[in-house]
DNA sequence: CATTAAATATGTCTTTAGGACACTATTGTG
DNA sequence: CACAATAGTGTCCTAAAGACATATTTAATG
């Protein structure tokens, strides 16, 4: 197809007859937070064929017409969910093949973003079919299409950006405590992380700054609460080799 | 779109409808090769409309009928190119927007891969439309479309690979030597790399075995030849963190 | 055949940074 | 005021990379 065509014209004659069997095209966000502890991610409940019913990614088609990018439609999916965009947006990875999808030839364009809980709580609240999940929780259920296998790919990155960066600081509030930063690695890494070492990672990677306050969680010693150095775009907190 | 239909007739009719201005869907893989101390780009010129004429990479459009997968597309179309499939083939990752192509909205999902300059010669060399391009170079050609940037984000991932992994040896013959592989590293990275850590790093993973032959480059000591163990799947040559 | 040049390979000391864990500091509570 | 609970630091140990000198093995040369 396509092998003689030699200007607009022509291409968009013989591309038309190839519209009939356009490959289905999505774009799918995997949402995180982290609140009380847990590991949570958003799920939508579909209302359309195929999987109806099912819980999966808050996802969608392009809209060609108001959509520049790839990552505006992911913002827009989330938005129209969350209320807000998430401070936090990457791309995952893409999935294509004949049989994710029932109806014919599927492309999905997977992203992860993190958000602090509190900011989108409220408009979450109010609507019936999105909802957040403990990821512990969602390996029991089924999901549609092949959503499960994207949330396990998306939160093994998201574990291996814990061993060298604060991305995951965009599951939490604007202000955080170097503990919480801590126990959310944990919950990603899955087991716990010397207190010292992580600590001294990331003051001398200088990526957060000090904001003056502390809060205090009960009883003992008030935390020192951090805000991320977001200009520099710097993440990482472990050293490049043969530098 | 496709908010009130609830079956798959339903979805058909909806869909089709959308199917006049599907996106452009294109896979665009990225071969790299090193042969003679230089990193090496496979582009194709293209001959048809848009960018007629300009070199560009060796993708095109997804074969719904016989590819079952993306990774398929890009396979095939490298196979058309070179005559055999890399051993080693790797997402990158998906550009889509409204700009990059003149005639639509379009995505395409890019591949990065490595192949033994040797396994291929042949075939490139007999076919005017695809040439092994030297990578400095490309910086200062016009390719078609968006492929710079492509080829740029390709790079500057396998030079990160080559920080904390021997992934740039598939782009060396099946056997090879340590010197070899470090040259190949130095050129990644664009500098020169301590000969003794790059060895200890890569002894003590366990990566590579000894052929027990030797390779003589006229004078001096004849260098061991070693190969990549592929079953272990297993390719970097860094301590994890906390583990 | 001895010497030298060129390249591969290793020995070893230094430096850096993370692991382990004891210790100090600051709060609330009974 | 003692004590529990949580935050944060001091310090020694260990692992691994950097730096660089040294040894090894080959071809070339007179």
């Known amino acids: 197809m396509l092998t003689s065509s030699e200007n ?40 359309n064929y195929p999987d109806k019913g099912l819980w999966g990614l808050p996802g969608g088609f392009i809209d ?3 959509d520049q990018t790839l990552e505006q439609t992911a913002l827009r999916k989330l ?4 209320g807000v965009s998430p401070p936090y947006l990457e791309q995952l990875y893409t999935v294509g093949n004949a049989k994710r999808d029932k ?6 364009i997977c992203y992860t973003a993190l958000i602090a809980h509190q900011i989108c709580e409220a408009q979450i ?27 396990n790919t998306a939160r093994e990155r998201l574990k291996q950006k814990a061993l060298y960066s604060i991305v995951p600081a965009y599951a939490l509030p604007e202000t955080f405590t170097l503990p919480e930063l801590q126990h959310l690695h944990e919950a990603l890494l899955g087991k716990s992380i010397q207190k010292k070492s ?16 502390r809060r205090s969680m009960g009883s003992g010693r008030p935390a020192v609460l951090y805000r991320m150095k977001k200009d520099s775009g710097k993440y990482t907190f ?5 530098n």
């Open 8 to 47: 607009e014209e022509t291409f968009l004659a013989t591309y038309n007859k190839r519209e009939f069997d356009a490959p289905l095209m999505t774009v799918d966000p995997v949402l995180f937070t982290y609140h009380e502890g847990l590991l949570k991610v958003l799920l939508v409940k579909r209302s």
């Open 64 to 66: 060609q017409d108001n």
């Open 79 to 82: 938005k129209e969910k969350t």
């Open 103 to 108: 109806r014919s030839w599927s492309i999905t």
């Open 125 to 151: 609240s109010t609507v019936i079919d999105a909802k957040w999940i403990m990821l512990d929780d969602v390996s029991n259920m089924t999901l549609a299409f092949d959503h499960s296998h994207i949330i």
């Open 198 to 213: 992580f600590r001294r990672r990331i003051d001398q990677a200088e990526l957060l700054i000090d904001t003056g306050e």
């Open 238 to 242: 472990v050293r490049n080799l043969e």
